[in-house]
């Protein structure tokens, strides 16, 4: 053999395995292994079926991995030779030593096995399941508790630089299933906490406390669910708490699913579609096999561990966390889920972290499997015309092993192994996709074309090139290779080289031979080419339009299936040629893809932009009938002020008229009144007649008595005439007086 699988150089970030799966199809087998004098087989080829008229004169090409696991391999031999092992040992960290990051995924196209492998069956658990098993084994006593107000959880609250909402298995699970569960974990003692611990903890947590209910910190998202599960009667106690059965479990994928008539079991536990609407699976009824008794991990003897599970997804390329109870979904329709920011935090200025994650303090495998049943039931999955049961997103699963001495109780050191569960990539035509689920799928072909080009020139920097990878182009490659790429200006005190990273390649050996070429082309770790004859015509044309800087990580060779010789540089540029068409090709559906949804986006914007209109219609016909009925109100308002107004005056006006009738009416009786006095002055009329009668007589006595005297005063002498004058000036010259003197 001309091409050996490479020796592993250190600046490698993946040793990359191929899992091949029993195929159900009945297709033409398209992949082989080929036979090795070594233990295992490391290459294979594929040939492109001959039915395939565009694939008609296709190379063969031959693929080397790190190892080829056939149909036949199980799960422990796949978890054993893989070095998942010794990625865990890493992460534990030797005695004295800290851990370092490890990451495990899997890759390939849909229904190729990535699941099954990461997440196991029924029956067989997957690596997920192992990894946790044989952490927990290794640790054993020296792990921290993580019952109600465990004493480390302040510490550990505290240590984490992800602004994370953490909780204690116990607290959370109680929380979310309300059953008791946490009766089923060694009842250590409940120590309520303390409850100064939340000055360290993220803002957003709420500290909840209550007698019968030890304080602990919960998150926004869960607060509401604690709180409605917690049942406030004294003698309550947490065996109290409300089961809220069903809530969680109709996270869902339901709606993700909707429409699809089979949907997918992203754990391997919950096979029965019913189930899901009960509480998550007891641990004891999740398969116990294979075991892992016989693997023995040294743990550091002098290190306390504490075990931190939290789970997200990159759904449209965009985080989601898996742990945060969105379960009270249907309780909370409206409630959507935020998307986390993949970022430096204050206390993380060296290095990226999903920020605001609800992180689980485990203290069992029994807790970290619930919790990992929690987060999977969560994860977005829908149904696509290639695989029924089809993850849609990328499933991070992550466990942070926190270390530190006991004794001195210093600070936690951090290390954690990721392990992803990556979407299947799938052929546009070959995938009945439709709506949201085609943009789904054009993200997801996106992400892995863009991981596909963050491995490749990975692999090409091995061979001395100084290519950037171009990690920032999408969540997924970001999540995954930012800290293997940590920037100049990292410190080299707070950060620790990740380990090499296992990326098991999941393949169909009867699948679609065009997915599958493609994800083995960019995932190998060599890759030889040899081609059929083909026309001198299109040789010209290949060898003038072939690009020729296209990069191939591929040892050259002059052979032909045909056993011709051709020349070694036209070789080169019919694969340059080749590897560019399947690119080309690749992008192609990429864009054909964006295209389509692109188009249902506007069709989707058009319809909401006529919904809209047609609502701003309604809303305008409503806002003039309102105005109308204000407008009517303000005029009969305005008719009554005015009628009051109107009567107002009115009523002044006769008041007022009243009160000129009165002051004339008084006028005319004064008037009547001096008018009547005028008269009664003018009364005594007859009396003065009667008066001046009297008067007259008086006169016409005194006159009598005048004469009398005259006559008698003649008699004596007096002239006469004289007295009269006298007695007439008298009279004229004050008559009242005379009057009055009479009168007296
Ligand atoms: N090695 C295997 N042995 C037996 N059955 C397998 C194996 N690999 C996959 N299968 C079965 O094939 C089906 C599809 O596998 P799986 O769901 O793991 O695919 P996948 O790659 O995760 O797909 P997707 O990306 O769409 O989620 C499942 O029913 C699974 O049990």
Redesign the pocket.
């Known amino acids: 053999m001309t091409m050996e699988p490479p020796p592993r150089p250190s600046s490698s970030l993946f040793d990359v395995y191929l899992?091949?799966?029993?195929s159900?199809s009945t297709n033409v087998r398209f992949l082989n292994v080929e036979e090795t004098e070594a233990a295992n087989p490391t290459h294979i080829t594929i040939k492109p079926p001959s039915n395939d008229n565009n694939n008609r004169k296709r190379a063969v090409e031959r693929f080397a991995f790190t190892r080829v696991f056939e149909?036949n391999?199980q799960q422990l031999e796949l978890f054993k030779d893989t070095g998942a092992v010794q990625l865990i040992e890493g992460v534990l960290g030797g005695k004295g030593s800290h851990g370092r990051d490890g990451l495990l995924a899997?890759l390939?196209?849909?229904?190729?096995?990535?699941?099954?492998?990461i997440l196991g069956?029924k029956s067989q658990r997957g690596l997920m399941q192992l990894t946790l098993d044989v952490l927990f084994q290794s640790t054993g006593s020296q792990l921290v508790q993580s019952f109600y107000g465990a004493p480390a959880f302040s510490s550990l609250a505290a240590a984490d630089v992800s602004e994370a909402h953490m909780f204690t298995a116990t607290a959370y699970l109680d929380s979310l299933y309300g059953d008791n569960q946490s009766e089923r974990f060694p009842s250590r003692a409940q120590t309520p906490m303390p409850v100064s611990h939340g000055s360290s903890i993220s803002s957003s947590a709420v500290s909840f406390k209550s007698p019968s209910f030890p304080s602990v910190l919960f998150s926004e998202n869960l607060y509401p669910i604690l709180k409605s599960t917690f049942d406030p009667r004294p003698s309550a106690g947490i065996h109290s708490i409300r089961p809220v059965t069903g809530t969680l479990s109709s996270i869902s994928r339901s709606a993700a699913n909707a429409g699809s008539p089979e949907k997918?079991d992203c754990s391997s536990f919950i096979t029965n579609p019913a189930s899901r609407s009960k509480n998550i699976p007891r641990p004891s009824a999740l398969p116990q096999n294979p075991s892992v008794h016989d693997i023995d991990i040294a743990a550091d003897p002098s290190a306390e561990y504490a075990v931190v599970v939290s789970m997200y997804e990159v759904y449209n390329d965009r985080i989601f966390d898996l742990l945060a109870g969105n379960a009270t979904k249907n309780k909370h329709p409206n409630l959507k889920r935020r998307a986390l920011l993949f970022k430096s935090t204050e206390q993380s200025p060296d290095r990226k972290v999903v920020a605001g994650l609800t992180k689980i303090i485990c203290g069992s495998l029994e807790e970290a499997l619930m919790v990992l049943e929690t987060g999977l039931m969560e994860r977005k999955?829908a149904g696509?015309g290639?695989?029924a049961?089809?993850?849609r997103s990328h499933g991070f699963f992550c466990i942070e092993v926190k270390k530190r001495n006991p004794q001195r109780k210093g600070p936690w050191s951090s290390s954690t192994l990721t392990i992803v569960?990556?979407?299947?990539s799938e052929r546009a035509r070959n995938a009945k996709t439709a709506g949201a689920t085609l943009a789904e799928a054009g993200k997801i072909n996106e992400s892995l074309m863009y991981l596909g080009q963050c491995m490749q020139m990975q692999s090409d920097n091995q061979d001395g090139s100084k290519n950037i990878v171009p990690f920032r182009q999408c969540k997924l490659t970001e999540l995954l290779f930012s800290n293997s790429f940590p920037s100049t200006h990292t410190r080299h005190t707070s950060y620790h080289q990740p380990q090499k990273s296992l990326m098991i390649v999941?393949a169909d050996p009867k699948g679609d031979f065009n997915a599958t070429s493609q994800i083995l082309r960019y995932s190998a770790l060599a890759r030889e080419v040899t081609v059929p004859r083909i026309p001198s015509t299109t040789s010209t044309i290949l060898s003038s339009t072939a690009p020729t800087s296209t990069s191939h990580k591929h040892s050259s060779s002059s052979t032909t299936t045909s056993g011709r010789s051709t020349p070694s540089h036209l070789l080169e540029e019919l694969e340059a040629a080749h590897a560019s068409i399947a690119h080309l090709t690749s992008e192609i559906e990429i864009f054909a893809l964006r295209l389509t949804e692109e188009s249902a986006r506007r069709k989707a914007a058009e319809a909401s932009w006529r919904a809209a209109e047609s609502h701003m219609a309604d809303i305008e016909a409503e806002i003039r009938d309102e105005c109308h009925v204000d407008m009517e109100a303000a005029v009969a308002a305005e008719r009554r002020r005015w009628q009051a107004a109107w009567d107002s005056e009115a009523d002044n006006n006769e008041v007022h008229m009243d009160k000129k009738i009165d002051v004339v009416i008084q006028a005319t009786r004064a008037q009547m009144a001096a008018e009547k006095e005028i008269q009664i002055f003018e009364d005594p009329e007859p009396r003065v007649t009667e008066r001046v009668r009297e008067l007259e007589r008086e006169n016409e006595v005194l006159r009598a008595r005048l004469e009398r005297a005259e006559r008698e005063g003649v008699n004596r002498t007096a002239s006469p005439v004289k007295k009269m004058r006298v007695l007439k000036a008298k009279r004229w010259e004050d008559p009242d007086k005379t009057l009055g003197m009479d009168s007296d």
Do not use: C, M
Request: glycine share 12%; proline share 3%.
């Open positions: 899992r091949l799966r029993p159900n149909e391999a899997t390939g196209v849909t229904g190729s096995g990535k699941s099954h492998t069956t997918k999955v696509t290639s695989n049961v089809s993850s569960d990556l979407a299947g999941t």
